[in-house]
């Protein structure tokens, strides 16, 4: 596994991100936010950079945004 603390700490952060919206998709029945948060959680594991990491996750934030801006 990676060893870098930079990585580490994006990581942490990215997940606790996810953690938080997931819970609050399955709590409030939500779909979209649901589905975000899992993605956030779960992709982390296999990005190896902390910078493409942290540029994924925003990538998966401004498609969330988009989505609710639709009408989801």
Same mark, same amino acid.
Do not use: C, E, H
């Given at each position: 596994?990676?060893?870098?603390?930079? #990585? !580490?700490? *994006? $990581?942490?952060? %990215? $997940?606790? &991100?996810? !953690? *938080?919206?997931?819970?609050?998709?399955?709590?409030?029945?939500?779909?979209?936010?649901? &589905?975000?948060?899992?993605?956030?959680? &779960?992709?982390?594991? !296999? %990005?190896?950079?902390?910078? =493409?990491?942290?540029? &994924?996750? %925003?990538?998966?934030? =401004? %498609?969330?945004?988009?989505? =609710?801006?639709?009408? #989801?």
């Amino acid at each position: 596994m990676f060893t870098d603390p930079t #990585w !580490f700490t *994006v $990581s942490l952060i %990215v $997940s606790a &991100i996810g !953690f *938080v919206l997931a819970n609050y998709g399955r709590k409030m029945r939500r779909w979209p936010q649901g &589905i975000a948060g899992a993605a956030l959680m &779960i992709y982390s594991y !296999f %990005v190896p950079s902390p910078l =493409l990491m942290a540029g &994924i996750g %925003v990538g998966i934030l =401004l %498609v969330l945004l988009i989505v =609710l801006r639709l009408g #989801w």
